[in-house]
């Protein structure tokens, strides 16, 4: 009888328990980056080659900006390639454009569907960097602003963390509602109090991490891992390809960088729906293990109990002054991520919102991948 009456307190343990872990890994993941920052000082003594490698489709809308912020960065020994992988909404001229006013500026132009077994970006990676020279290639999107150091730092950080896999998370712009919802939630918030930055920086983490909108690599260790080319089925990639270089032994780094670069992923419900269902539906689409049969029903129970019971109970005034410490204390652990990071304070009070969207999401994900249905993205079809 004892034991009944005391299950109730399970939920609020597992949460105590839960929120107690994410604060240290917040706290050591701030100190971490501060450490990185302030040990990652731009030398201009045997700067390494850098190859700049952009693969676009059907990007005219801001193709130029990112290009142009490509052109002002204060680093010596850079090429930059841009591959126009057969657009239709004239990216290509607008490239071509470019090129007559830079001389490190290379365009190529793709046309028609990737090979058999390969995904549109990973065919697109690996296109340019077949005909990239430099000792390093930083692959961005078509979709990110750069300041003017953003090479240069990210070289600094490769060299102050001893690393050949250098992800960054830019600072995510974000305007309609449905982006201000999920994407600092998902790119910024998780991240930061998931992941452990520092262990996987020294090689002792096997969880894995990676932003594709800023991969620098060494170009040398790239290619011993097989490069593009061996994680060319994958719809996420950047994940796949920082895999790749753990398996080989080599060294990662994430870095929080929204002092070296902005993006805007989506600009509609719609597109922010299938952009991150994609990443889902990659997610389901691993091999499973028997770590999986243990791991997935207790994840699910530790966000039932951070993001829904808490809520739940609090709307029901069901032992709702726990409840409202529970919340209080997530949104506090969002409210240090939004200052640290310059978000808008209202993101905050959207977390149990955001939380519930993702619930939906991986719904949906897991609906889709049982009809089998195809994951359709920048206009191409890929059956899972």
Known sequence: M?????????????AIGALTLLSIRLTSNLWFLRRARS???????HLPSVSVLVPARNEAATIVDCVTSLFNQRYPHLEILVLDDDSTDGA?????????????LTVLHRTGAPPAGWSGKSYACDVLA?????????FTDADTLHTCDSVARGIAYAAALNADFVSVFPYQIARSWSERLLVSFLLDFLPLITFDFSALARGRNTRIAANGQYLLVNAAAYRKVGGHGGVKAELVDDFALARRFQQAGRRIALIQGEDLLSCRMYRAAREVWSGF???LLGALDAPLRWRAFVWAPLFAWLYACLFVLPFARLALSEQWELAAAEIAWLLLLRAVVVWRLKRPPDEVLTTPLAAWSIMALGMSALIQRWRGAPVTWKGRDYIR
């Open 2 to 14: 004892w034991l009944v009456e005391s299950l109730w307190l399970l939920p609020h343990l597992t």
């Open 39 to 45: 040990r990652s000082h731009p030398s201009g003594d």
């Open 92 to 104: 290509g001229e607008l490239l071509d454009a470019l090129q007559q006013r830079a001389r490190n």
């Open 130 to 138: 077949r005909h990239a020279s430099g000792e390093w290639l930083l």
């Open 277 to 279: 269902s994609k990443n």
